[in-house]
């Protein structure tokens, strides 16, 4: 079984500072890594995924993660936020052939001007 | 390109009462998923589709919850007797054919939040 970890429920940051989402993962077989982003009354939307190879990925908006297998983690980072950035960030996982992803609780992120 | 639709946005009931959301995919989509999000957590899948067949509804109680995919488009939830711990956001999501379906992106809709009196 799948397992996400997102290990902070809350995370506020000032504009144009920078931010780092963190998420850890479970998973016994090789695994598919995702970031989506929820604003407010709207579905979730893709931010990047890991699917093989280079282990650092760049995403929308700034937004880029690194795969650290050793870690089991896929943390998510921007240099420098903006108001904009105000949302629920939700981390997931899969894995070749899985039949659906898992995703973490979510962690908000409030951005104080 | 239109994203996945999904009405209501937003739905009040009283205890007891049915209700019904409606989704409408990507088109080309065909796997659709209905999702539960309770508030402050990730969604959590009910159902899946893949075309017209409900192949993963392990997690779908059905006592009290359906769901049907007619003709391998548009799809409906339902719920009847609503109670009030269904209260939350029921989202539709759609994600093209695929050889590996866990590196598909699944596209999701902006949800009907069900709130149950």
């Known amino acids: 079984a799948q397992s996400v970890t997102q290990l902070d429920s809350q995370v506020p940051v000032f504009e144009e500072a920078p931010v780092e989402l963190r998420c850890n993962y479970s998973s016994s077989v090789s695994v598919y890594l995702f970031w989506y982003v929820q604003y407010p009354n709207q579905g979730l939307q893709l931010l990047l995924k890991y699917l093989s190879g280079s282990t650092l990925v760049k995403g929308i908006n700034g937004f880029e993660a690194e795969f650290n297998k050793s870690q089991t983690s896929f943390h998510l980072r921007k240099p420098s936020v903006h108001i904009s950035d105000t949302a629920e960030y939700f981390c997931?996982?899969?894995?070749?052939?899985?039949?659906?992803?898992?995703f973490g609780q979510g962690t908000r992120l409030t951005i104080n001007p | 390109e239109a994203g996945v639709v999904q009405s209501p946005r937003y739905k009040i009931i009283e205890k007891k009462q049915p209700v019904a959301f409606w989704c409408n995919p990507i088109?080309?989509?065909?796997?659709l998923y209905w999702y539960l999000q309770n508030l402050g957590q990730g969604p959590e899948l009910l159902i899946r589709y893949e075309n017209e067949e409900a192949v993963d509804d392990s997690q779908l109680p059905k006592d009290r919850f359906s769901a049907e995919r007619l003709k391998g488009v548009d799809s409906t939830l339902k719920i009847q007797p609503a109670e009030l711990g269904d209260s939350a956001v029921y989202l539709c999501?759609?994600?093209?054919?695929?050889?590996?379906?866990?590196?598909?992106?699944?596209?999701f809709g902006p949800g009907t939040r069900l709130t149950v009196l």
């Open positions: 088109s080309g989509h065909n796997t």
């Open positions: 997931a996982v899969s894995g070749p052939g899985a039949q659906k992803l898992v």
């Open positions: 999501a759609s994600s093209p054919r695929g050889r590996d379906r866990g590196r598909n992106e699944q596209f």
